[in-house]
């Protein structure tokens, strides 16, 4: 046999005995079910600005944030450093977290970390809280934990906070404590 021969004889020796090994090595390998294997994010977008106007051209919301990644297997948008600024002719409103998580087609939404919600205008508020929940269906917005309301008679803490923009209403739960200022 001659040297090219034998050259040829080794590499396809070499390449049955990687692929070999190789399948072994998968069959070896535990069986992940579809719903363990994690997906990359469909979309990752930094440095985010949106804005979006009324029929008369009137800003309603500028959204800021440090990154967007959408995740299609779950249907979640999952945001880093969110400021939603929402512009209503009798309030102002901005919103700023850590994280949130957007599901449901934007109609489920949770903010976690650092959450306050400002409200300016003439009865301005902050509204702070470690998670606060969105329902745009139910049109309810709850915190499961510790809120503090700064307004311009003073403080309240609550343990728990439910509103409900449909009726406006405002439920304080579990231990509820209120300071007034008179300044």
Do not use: C
């Amino acid at each position: 046999m001659n040297s090219q021969g034998v050259l040829s004889a080794i590499g396809v020796t070499l390449m049955a005995a990687i692929v070999l090994l190789v399948l072994h090595e998968w069959r070896d390998m535990p069986a992940l079910a579809d719903d363990e294997r994690e997906l990359p994010p469909a979309l990752i977008v930094h440095g985010v600005q949106a804005r979006a106007f009324d029929p008369e051209g009137l800003l309603q919301y500028d959204m800021r944030a440090e990154r967007i990644m959408e995740m299609d297997a779950t249907g979640q948008t999952l945001v880093e450093r969110p400021h939603l600024s929402m512009f209503n002719p009798e309030l102002v409103w901005e919103v700023t977290a850590d994280e949130g998580d957007i599901s449901d087609r934007g109609r489920h939404v949770v903010l976690r970390g650092t959450v306050e919600a400002r409200g300016h205008g003439p009865d301005a508020m902050l509204l702070e809280s470690q998670e606060l929940i969105y329902e745009s269906q139910l049109e309810q917005l709850r915190s499961p934990g510790k809120v503090r309301i700064t307004h311009p008679a003073g403080t309240t803490e609550a343990g728990a906070m439910e509103a409900n923009m449909a009726d406006d209403t405002l439920h304080l739960q579990q231990r509820v404590e209120s300071r007034y200022d008179p300044s």
